[in-house]
């Protein structure tokens, strides 16, 4: 061996001892294993210079993002299918570290999504990746990205060939303190909660923000238990999801989960939807007929927008959360059913007790234990995570290699309040991603979806205003105030008497009005509120 080689041996090992040993010394410290994660990439990238790197874990049919550094914020929230990604199937058949020259055809899953990259594509791109095994299963994978021709050598196979078997070490003791403690990683809490509902749903409850942590502890707190559970949340947060997940969570897992939209249905249909019919009951039941509590015998029933339910039916509910019996319509059997009961609803049911549209005693036998699914707008960057789910989801379904979101489009979904929630970020996703595909004059490979291309501006600033008669509205004594104006001296009135009524509590006046309280805060400040309010 020449000086040279030797030196570079020596050098490499020196760069390895330097990187191991605080992973070694990472095996017997009690962290976070989205921190542990982390310092395995870090560590990775300080061996082998990269642009990008990526942790993914084997999910069945799916690899799933644990960990990412170098890629764009929302690759966490992608799932990519193994069989769409020959270069994942490759690396996972492997029997160690791959290396991907930049002249290979395979299309890469990460194309679009490195930081810094400016282009739609990437001409020239050099990959490495290797399997972690766990025992003798493939547990994921390790990959490494870079954005010129011929970063990698051989030599960086080699250490990657040793870093592999750290590297696996290090997820095994994860994966072991999961299975020993209930505070595992939240990426894990969640593959776990969503591999027992994989029948029932079709995504998992992406998050990392705290509102999403505490939900997904709650989920798993009270999912374990037989308590009725009501979720509440706005339109479109994703509360079926929540619901699915603590069936997924519960002893009653294997049984079915079956679901009632209590708005869908006609007044006249609901009671025979519920409880069943016998044939001859009314017009058109033909046969007898078993309800939604007895297909979830053994099982959960979810009410989806229980206060929706008529008065006369609420009544009837109420009994047979109370006795587990029922009757079918036009029967005087009754039948005995053990069920769990999820009800879940858009509107402020405390609130539709004291205008006597739902009943008190119904709304306390479903809110033993309530559960607040938060608004999108409270859940800061997991906008961009739900934003990788989609985009992979639409990449899939109109065949591109990648589809991605430019900084300005990043930049609009975090600055946008999402009246919508969760579904409106998905239904604008998928339609702006079509809308940019039919714009392009030759179909891309990478499709990268802009600021303008999701149009929220417009969105935001909505359909222009009527002309307005200043006639006959001064005649009629319509203020000419402005509407914004107007709507900041309403919230500051509200805002005002509430603290009143508390005490200056803000807390007390954040739950009255139905808002977070730091929200609160930061609206109350903007209105030039806080000071005088505070009596500071």
């Not at 402020?348 to 008190?360: C, H, I, P, Q």
Request: with cysteine; glycine share 8%; aromatic share 4%.
């Amino acid at each position: 061996m020449c000086f040279y080689d030797s030196y570079i041996v020596k050098m490499t090992a020196n760069a390895l001892l330097h990187a191991l040993v605080p992973l070694v010394d990472d095996l017997a410290r009690d962290l976070a294993e989205g921190e542990r994660y982390r310092r395995l990439l870090k560590a990775v990238r300080a061996l082998v210079p990269c642009d990008a790197t990526a942790l993914l874990r084997l999910d069945g049919e799916w690899l799933v993002p644990l960990a990412v550094d170098g890629l764009s914020g929302d690759t966490l929230g992608r799932r990519f299918k193994v069989d769409e990604h020959p270069r994942f199937q490759l690396l996972l058949q492997s029997g160690g570290p791959t290396r991907f020259p930049a002249g290979s055809r395979l299309p890469d899953p990460y194309d679009g999504l490195v930081e810094g990259m400016e282009g739609e594509q990437l001409e020239v791109h050099d990959c490495l990746g290797c399997v972690l095994r766990v025992g003798e299963h493939p547990w994921g994978l390790l990959t490494l990205d870079a954005l010129e021709a011929g970063r990698f050598s051989e030599h960086d196979l080699d250490i990657l060939q040793t870093f592999a078997s750290l590297a696996a070490a290090t997820v095994s003791v994860a994966d072991r303190l999961q299975q020993l403690a209930s505070r595992a990683s939240d990426e894990h809490q969640r593959a776990e909660i969503y591999r027992a509902a994989a029948e029932t749903s079709p995504r998992p409850l992406l998050g990392q923000s705290a509102v999403i942590r505490r939900l997904l502890d709650e989920v798993r707190t009270v999912g374990a238990s037989d308590l009725t559970v009501l979720v509440t949340g706005e339109t479109g947060v994703g509360k079926e999801l929540v619901a699915q997940a603590l069936h997924a969570a519960s002893p009653r897992a294997a049984r079915p989960l079956v679901s009632l939209n209590c708005a869908a249905l006609p007044e006249a249909l609901v009671e025979s939807e519920l409880f069943g019919h016998v044939k001859g009951a009314f017009s058109g039941a033909v046969g007898d007929r078993r309800g939604k509590f007895e297909l979830a015998d053994g099982g959960t029933l979810l009410l989806d927008e229980v206060g929706e339910l008529p008065l006369t039916v609420q009544a009837k509910l109420l009994r047979v959360l109370q006795s587990g019996q029922l009757q079918r319509v036009g029967s005087d059997r009754e039948h005995h059913v053990d069920v769990r009961l999820i009800a879940a609803t858009n509107r402020d049911l405390a609130e539709e007790v004291r205008k006597g549209r739902f009943r008190a005693d119904l709304y306390h036998r479903l809110s033993v234990y309530p559960l607040r699914v938060p608004p999108l707008r409270e859940r800061g960057r997991d906008v961009l995570l739900l934003s990788g789910a989609f985009l992979e989801e639409n990449r899939s379904r109109l065949g591109l290699r990648n589809l991605r979101l430019a900084a300005d489009a990043q930049a609009a979904l975090l600055a946008y309040d999402w009246p919508g929630n969760v579904r409106e970020l998905e239904h604008l996703i998928g339609r702006s991603a079509l809308k940019a595909l039919s714009r392009q004059a030759k179909r891309p490979a990478i499709l990268t979806l802009t600021a303008a291309d999701l149009g929220l501006e417009e969105r935001e600033a909505g359909p222009p205003a009527p002309a307005l008669d200043h006639t006959a509205a001064n005649s009629a004594g319509v203020s000419a105030q402005p509407l914004k104006l107007a709507v900041d001296d309403y919230q500051r009135s509200l805002i005002v008497a509430a603290l009143r009524r508390h005490g200056n509590n803000w807390s007390a006046a954040a739950r009255e009005l139905g808002v977070d309280r730091a929200n609160l805060a930061r609206l109350a400040g903007r209105l030039g509120l806080r000071s005088a309010a505070s009596g500071s």
